[in-house]
């Protein structure tokens, strides 16, 4: 089963977005500094990575920065590498 038709939800209390995949839980942390939205980590449990959850968390994230007009500022490697090959994204960055 891949992500495609599971939906990554966004804890702003947490301040991540999250996702569950046969009952294991994916998460991308961020940190908000005024209009920018900083992605920090994406933590995905070896037991699902083939599932491409950090694909799933990174549209959401960077969607939910398109829609609430954030900048965007990655200090997440995995964020960063969808970034480069995503170029659809490029004018969200700081």
Same mark, same amino acid.
């Not at 998460?27 to 070896?46: A, S």
């Not at 694909?55 to 995995?78: D, H, I, M, P």
């Given at each position: 089963?891949?992500?495609? +038709?599971?939906?990554?939800?966004?804890?702003?209390?947490?301040? *991540? =977005? !999250?996702?569950?995949?046969? @009952?294991?839980? /994916?998460?991308?942390?961020? #940190?908000?500094? $005024? +209009?920018?939205?900083?992605? #920090? %980590? #994406? $933590?995905?449990?070896? /037991?699902?990575? @083939? %599932? +491409?959850? @950090?694909?799933?968390?990174?549209?959401? $994230?960077? !969607?939910?920065?398109? !829609? +609430?007009?954030?900048?965007?500022?990655?200090?997440?490697? =995995?964020?960063?590498?969808?970034?480069?090959? *995503?170029?659809?994204?490029?004018?969200?960055?700081?």
């Amino acid at each position: 089963m891949r992500t495609k +038709n599971i939906a990554a939800t966004h804890d702003s209390e947490e301040h *991540h =977005f !999250e996702l569950t995949v046969d @009952g294991h839980l /994916a998460v991308l942390d961020y #940190t908000l500094m $005024g +209009n920018t939205i900083v992605f #920090t %980590h #994406t $933590g995905v449990p070896v /037991a699902i990575s @083939g %599932h +491409n959850p @950090g694909v799933k968390l990174a549209q959401t $994230g960077l !969607e939910y920065a398109r !829609e +609430n007009g954030l900048r965007v500022k990655s200090k997440c490697w =995995f964020v960063s590498k969808y970034l480069r090959r *995503h170029p659809e994204y490029q004018d969200l960055l700081k």
